[in-house]
């Protein structure tokens, strides 16, 4: 890491805890406002390396933990990582297999950034909709989703088409965000899928 992150106090924060990078914290933020993930839910991890996501996982829930990312990572005890694009059909057989059931898609992959604000965003948005489509392809009816995004122009279509797979859909900026940045998660609640509504449960998926 370079003096800037040494010099970032959320950084030295997730260190300190024992925690690969100061995402970890953003996500123990995010789901103290959104608690969405069961103790005994399989939980998908998109964009998951270095794997501080997969360590807070860990921490919540007993169920069945996949990380998935373009680079290696480091094992974290008590899950599962696949090296490769989450979009490839091979890597969407191997999910499958050690998955039967997935009850919650996280996402915290974004693209290398080059500068251009519109640029990235645009790209950024294009990987959101790769996700959303594994989430509707693989995520189990009355599951929950969390994806970081970024605020733009194409960000709003995005978020309609969310709220159409999904009974409660919303936004949090988290307060660890770097000032200035245009990031943003959307915690959508409840995945309608493709079969009859649910019986018996809130917008939380609770029965």
């Known amino acids: ?65 996949v990380g998935v990312d373009l680079n290696p990572i480091t094992p974290v005890e008590g899950t599962k990582t696949i090296t490769g694009d989450f979009t490839s059909p091979l890597v969407i057989a191997q999910i499958k297999e050690i998955m039967p059931e997935i009850n919650g898609i996280l996402c915290d992959a974004s693209p290398r950034l080059s500068g251009s604000r519109s640029y990235d965003q645009a790209r950024a948005i294009d990987l959101n909709v790769q996700a959303l489509k594994i989430a509707e392809s693989l995520l189990k009816q009355g599951g929950n989703l969390i994806m970081k995004s970024f605020q733009g122009e194409d960000f709003s279509s995005l978020y309609n088409r969310i709220k159409q797979d999904f009974y409660s859909v919303r936004t949090y900026q988290a307060k660890t965000t770097r000032k200035g940045s245009t990031e943003i998660y959307i915690i959508a609640k409840n995945f309608i899928g493709n079969g009859p509504d649910l019986p018996g449960e809130d917008e939380n998926g609770h029965a």
């Open 1 to 65: 890491m370079g003096s800037q992150w040494s010099r970032d106090k959320t950084y030295l924060q997730a260190k300190q805890a024992g925690y690969r990078s100061r995402a970890a914290l953003k996500l123990k933020e995010i789901l103290k406002n959104n608690p969405v993930i069961r103790s005994d839910d399989n939980i998908l991890d998109l964009g998951a390396a270095p794997g501080s996501w997969l360590q807070v996982i860990r921490e919540i829930t007993s169920g069945v933990i």
